[in-house]
Nanobody, 125 residues
Framework: QVQLVESGGGLVQAGDSLKLSCAASGRTFSNYAMGWFRQAPGKEREFVASVNWSGDRTYYADSVKGRFTISRDNAGNTVYLEMNSLKPEDTAVYYC??????????????????WGQGTQVTVSS
C-alpha cells in the first residue's frame, strides 16, 4: 500500500525558515516525479514546486521562486521542501504528491496520483 507522510510544519514568524519532508513507502519511486502543493482555508489547492525523477530539474510557482527549494534523496523516496524568508501568505496546509506513473512530466500528472495528509505551516506577521 502506497503511503505518503509529510512532516516538518509548524508555527513560525515572518522571515523564518522551515524544511518539510515527505516520506513515501509501499513502492520505489526513484523513477517518479514528486511535487509539493498547498491549500489555505477557503482557497483552491495550488502548485508549489516539483522535481523530476532524476532530481536534476525543478519547477516553482512564481510566488515561491527564489525562496523555496525542492530536492529529493538519492533513494528517491523522500522529497524535501526548504522554505526560506517565509511570509504570512505562505500559511497553508502543505501536501506532497507523486504521480501514478513513472517518467511523466507536467502539473496535471498529480491529479490521479498519490497524496499525503498534509502538514500545517503557519507564518505570523
Amino acid at each position: 500500500q502506497v503511503q505518503l507522510v509529510e512532516s516538518g510544519g509548524g508555527l513560525v514568524q515572518a522571515g523564518d525558515s522551515l524544511k518539510l519532508s515527505c516520506a513515501a513507502s509501499g513502492r520505489t519511486f526513484s523513477n517518479y516525479a514528486m511535487g509539493w502543493f498547498r491549500q489555505a482555508p477557503g482557497k483552491e489547492r495550488e502548485f508549489v514546486a516539483s522535481v523530476n525523477w532524476s532530481g536534476d530539474r525543478t519547477y516553482y510557482a512564481d510566488s515561491v521562486k527564489g525562496r523555496f527549494t525542492i530536492s529529493r534523496d538519492n533513494a528517491g523516496n523522500t522529497v524535501y521542501l526548504e522554505m526560506n524568508s517565509l511570509k504570512p501568505e505562505d500559511t497553508a496546509v502543505y501536501y506532497c504528491a507523486i504521480p501514478r506513473r513513472p517518467w511523466t512530466t507536467g502539473r496535471n500528472i498529480y491529479d490521479d496520483g498519490y497524496w499525503g495528509q498534509g502538514t500545517q505551516v503557519t507564518v505570523s506577521s
